[in-house]
């Protein structure tokens, strides 16, 4: 199992330079991948690759990108430059966002979730495979068009899938899935097995499944639970993610978070590997940078 860091999430309070500086870090303690929120802030594709080309072998991923305000010949452009810049070490994730930004904030309609995402991918796969896209749905319709972009292999693709519609078409026409607010119970008994077999049933090879989670070490961890149930209430409040905590058991984010001493997070994260959870993507929720860091250094021995 790779591990990772998520950064970008604080984006609001960290310069450019900052961003930059957590990854080379990162690729300096061995951590196998860096993922970057897109949120409303730095654009995660512009800031990963402008990482890519201070760092040699870190792993570079979105997590994920919004696909209603993009275009997908935008994204599949954007996500080929960043290909090339960075060695070929990007992936690209893609995710639904929710009502609440898409429809309400943007102004673009949300009805049909799953139909925009199956067409979505139909348009973006070929691109990023280098491949002419001739397509008509109801959403998109693209003719002629392919992208040559110089030094860039296919970009993998994932995304943010966690019902079971989404899970599937995902299987059949991505490379995996990113998950956040889903814990272990859910990923094994859900998440993992439905993407799984929609892979196999379209000949795929088993999906990258990148597991997200709030990681904190410390000895006091009822404190620690209660400082990211403050941080985190907006997730145990949207619809997608409050399902996946009910179908946990979980009240709230804090639930599912991993916060505890050495042993306990040693123990949650051979959890996850036994289970299927081929990449771990640490998001770390630490309240100092003490904290922070003696976090960031236990995970680095993992890696």
Known sequence: MRIGIMIGADGTTRGIDDVIAIAKRAETLGFGAVWMANIFSFDA??????????????????????????????????????????????????????????????????????????????????????????????????????????????????????????LKLTGELADGTTTWMVGPKTMAGHIIPTIGAAARDAGKPDPIIVGGFPVVLTNKPDEARQAIAQQLTIYGQLPSYRAMLDREGAKGPADIALAGDENYLRGEIKRLESIGVTDFNAAITAGDTATYDRTLEFLASFA
Do not use: C, W
Request: aromatic content about 6%.
């Open 45 to 166: 594709i512009t800031a990963l690759t402008l990482i890519g080309r201070e760092t040699d072998k870190v792993a570079l991923g979105t997590a994920v990108v919004p696909t209603y305000p993009r275009h997908p010949t935008a994204i599949a452009q954007q996500a080929l430059t960043a290909a090339s810049a960075t060695g070929n070490r990007f992936y690209l994730g893609i995710g639904l966002s929710h009502q609440v930004v898409i429809e309400n904030m943007l102004g673009f309609s949300y009805a049909k979730p799953a139909r925009h995402m199956r067409e979505y991918l139909t348009v973006l796969g070929p691109l990023l495979r280098g491949e002419t896209v001739n397509f008509d749905g109801e959403e998109y319709r693209v003719h002629g068009v392919a992208l040559t972009v110089p030094g860039a292999e296919p970009v993998p693709v994932i995304v943010a899938a966690l019902g079971p519609a989404m």
